[in-house]
Every structure is written in C-alpha cells, then in structure tokens.
C-alpha cells in the first residue's frame, strides 16, 4: 500500500503509524518506511503515533529493544513533527483508551 499513501496526504493532521512488535524481521523496512513519511512535505504538520502493536503475542525483543535498534530517539530529536509512541494489541484492546485520548488531544478542529 506504500506506494499510494503520498494521494492520502493532504489535510492530514494526524498520522498513526503501527509497526508489529512480534514480527522483527520486518523493523527495518518499517523503518525506512516511517522515515519517509517523516521526511514528506505533506506531513510536515502532522502529529504521529506510532503504535507497536501486537504485543499480547511472544516476542523475540522488547520494545526497548526495538526502539534502541531502530534509533527512535534519533529519529523523534530529528523530525519535523511530533511524535508519540503507544503499546498496544489491536486484538485485545490494549492501549486502546490511550490511542482515543491522543486523536481527541491531537486532532482538534481549530488546528
Ligand atoms: N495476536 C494479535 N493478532 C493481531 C493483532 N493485530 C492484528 N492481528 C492479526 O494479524 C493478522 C493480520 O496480520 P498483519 O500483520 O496485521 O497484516 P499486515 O501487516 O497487513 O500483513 P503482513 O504484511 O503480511 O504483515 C490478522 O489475523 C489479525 O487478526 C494483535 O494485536 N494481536
Ligand atoms: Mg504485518
């Protein structure tokens, strides 16, 4: 689907972004992925979650892990936006409470 996000990006105020937490070898091109969103015109304004998810699942690394293997840090001094990260299970609901309260905090009609 990569290829067609750049026709979803005007008026994109808020951008969430899930990355899956029990599928390592896939990290790295989520990565490249998320670092060309970051880098798009388009979302510069935009305010982005970025969800690891899955995380009933076991798992071969913690999301520390992940976020140190990726340079998270690195990447949120670095970017235009502002960038919040959340845990979560889209099949048990976990984080879900967090993900509503960042859109109702981030995607204000007067932004
Ligand atoms: N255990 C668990 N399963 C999930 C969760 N979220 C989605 N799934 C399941 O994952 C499957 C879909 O795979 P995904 O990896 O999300 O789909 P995808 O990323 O579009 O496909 P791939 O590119 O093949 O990884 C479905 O069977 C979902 O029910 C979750 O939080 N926990
Ligand atoms: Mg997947």
Not at 19 to 32: E, F, H, I, R
Not at 83 to 107: F, P
Request: with cysteine.
């Amino acid at each position: 689907m990569g290829p067609i996000w750049p026709s979803y990006y005007g008026d994109c105020h808020c951008l969430l972004f899930m990355m899956d937490a029990a599928n390592p070898t896939q990290l790295s091109a989520s990565c490249v992925q998320l670092l060309g969103l970051l880098s798009a015109e388009g979302l510069a304004e935009a305010s982005v979650l970025i969800l690891f998810n899955k995380i009933d699942l076991p798992c071969y690394m913690t999301i520390e892990e992940m976020k140190s293997l990726i340079r998270l840090p690195d990447i949120i001094a670095c970017a235009k936006q502002n960038i919040t990260t959340a845990e979560i299970s889209a099949h048990k609901g976990t984080g879900l409470s967090e993900v509503m309260h960042w859109l109702q905090d981030t995607h204000r009609p007067d932004r």
